[in-house]
């Protein structure tokens, strides 16, 4: 299961999505997200799935990817889609049951938003390092320095938050085996005994995720590092016309969404 989780994975490739400017694509995920919670009726989630699964197809990346990244979320949708079957009133499907049309209905939407929503921030981490992504999001709130607000260290620690997750992921499935053949058990009994038998792992995971971040501030105090005063970037962002065409699209997208929430579609 640790195996497939994919949150902060950069896929390198040469694709259209891939070479867009990352503030073109972080508004253009904002822009997403807005429109994805304003759909309302099913010609609205068709529509916000029908691109999901274009720019899929435009990033080249797969629904296996995809899918190993929702995997460990399947709990949260399946749990979500059972609360809004079962206590949602309306008409019910066979008479005497608690279930109901309008329970499905709003189930089926919410399992789509959820599983389109991950989608959408998870195109945005496959087809941007998180070097460039930093270097994006800092530009972005730039206006904010006027107001003292300290955004190169809030993006620097965003930065190496994604940077570590896969490397932690990787640390807790090597403490999980080495457990395994001393004897521990972890895919057995109750659900509080399994909790119960992962306690073991916190301590020596706590200890290599201190252990990493020791040496990593070692490392940026040994290369001069003090904050972004003054600091130059290798690669200078710069918007081509690809961007900009990227960011009419959206808008557009987003205003076809409000329109049709507006007709109940």
């Known amino acids: 299961m640790l195996k497939d989780i994919t949150l902060g994975q950069y896929f390198p490739g040469d694709s259209l999505i891939h070479k867009l400017d990352p503030r073109t694509k972080l508004i253009a995920v904002v822009l997403y997200i807005v429109a994805l919670f304003q759909a309302k009726g099913w010609i609205g989630y068709g529509a916000v799935t029908l691109a999901t699964l274009i720019l899929m197809a435009i990033s080249h990346i797969s629904f296996g990817n995809i899918f190993k990244g929702l995997k460990p979320m399947l709990f949260i949708i399946v749990l979500t889609a059972l609360l809004n079957i079962f206590y949602t009133t309306g008409t019910p499907v066979v008479e005497g ?3 109901t049309w309008e329970g499905i209905d709003r189930a089926v939407k919410m399992i789509l938003r959820i599983v389109l929503l991950i989608t959408g921030t998870f195109l945005l981490t496959y087809t941007t390092s998180p070097m460039a992504l930093t270097d994006g999001l800092e530009l972005l709130l ?4 006027k107001l003292h607000v300290p955004v190169h260290e809030m993006t ?7 940077r ?7 640390e807790t499935d090597k403490i999980m085996s080495a457990q395994k053949a001393r004897g521990a058990d972890f895919e057995t009994g109750s659900l509080i005994q399994r909790a119960k038998a992962l306690l073991p792992i916190l301590v020596p995971l706590f200890v290599s995720a ?3 971040a020791d040496e990593l501030a070692v490392a940026m105090e040994s290369r ?5 005063e003054g600091r130059t970037r290798m690669k200078q962002l710069h918007l081509a016309g690809r961007d900009y065409a990227a960011l009419v699209v959206s808008a557009l997208f987003l205003a076809g969404i409000i329109v049709l929430r507006h007709f109940g579609l």
Do not use: D
């Not at 730039?142 to 320095?145: E, G, H, T, W, Y």
């Not at 620097?156 to 994604?162: D, E, H, P, R, W």
């Not at 001069?224 to 972004?228: E, S, V």
């Open 97 to 99: 049951w608690i279930i």
């Open 142 to 145: 730039n206006p904010l320095k």
């Open 156 to 162: 620097i620690m965003m930065s190496m938050a994604l």
């Open 164 to 170: 570590f997750i896969p490397t932690l992921i990787e």
């Open 210 to 212: 201190f252990r990493r």
């Open 224 to 228: 001069c590092y003090h904050g972004g």
